[in-house]
């Protein structure tokens, strides 16, 4: 099962970190919800469905961050932010730990017309290892981007087996890359982000105090504001 529709725009952004669920909690915690902002630390037995659901509210800058161990021993990161900051979070875990990375960025290109609602969308695949951390190229890596109406197509690092090739020279640059080759990929690397079993029943929360201004908004209104439909 796919937990990638349901839980938009959540799953947009996914870092999965080569270290135990508690050292990358050690790791984030400290660097982007420090104890005098920090409201709580919950460790969970529940569902990756369960988890992602109390996401919400969802917008604050690192309201929340969900990490999760996955069946093999990885941990993989989210947060609740509209607006990605999984990134960084995700090579400054695996660089303070010493360990390899990967981010998956899977966004669809919803911008209206007047570019006041919706998303400019994009797809992005990254590997690091401790020889290639976020200042430099990475390992391998893939990037599709809707900048402001334009797009751009990137590819890093060492050619991989499972690659098409082919497809990174069609006409369209925003074909070169689809939805279906990064899913593919993700798995060919070991990391099917967006399979439910992935995931075990093992987590972490990390939430930060919120200010009286910072509300956020629900999954549903979410979907409205980026004009998300489930069968994207």
Known sequence: MDIYKQFQPVTWYIGVVEASLYAVAESIQPRYIPNDKLKDIRHETSTVDKAL?????LGP??????LIKTRDGRTAIFTNTLFEVVELPTW?????????????????NTISRDQISGAYGGRKLEFRTPETPFNQEPKFGIHLINDAGRWYFYRYGEKRSFEDEQAYKVFRKRDRFTVEML?????????????????????????RNLRPNEQGISYQEAAVKFRIKQDM
């Open 53 to 57: 659901a109390i996401m919400e509210p």
């Open 183 to 207: 899913v593919k990929y993700c798995r060919e690397l070991g990391i099917p982000v967006y399979d439910k079993a992935w995931y075990s029943n093992k987590c972490i929360i990390i939430e």
């Open 92 to 108: 400054n875990a695996a660089e303070d730990l010493g360990v390899s990375g990967y981010y998956v960025c899977r966004v669809p």
């Open 61 to 66: 800058p690192h309201g929340k961050f969900l």
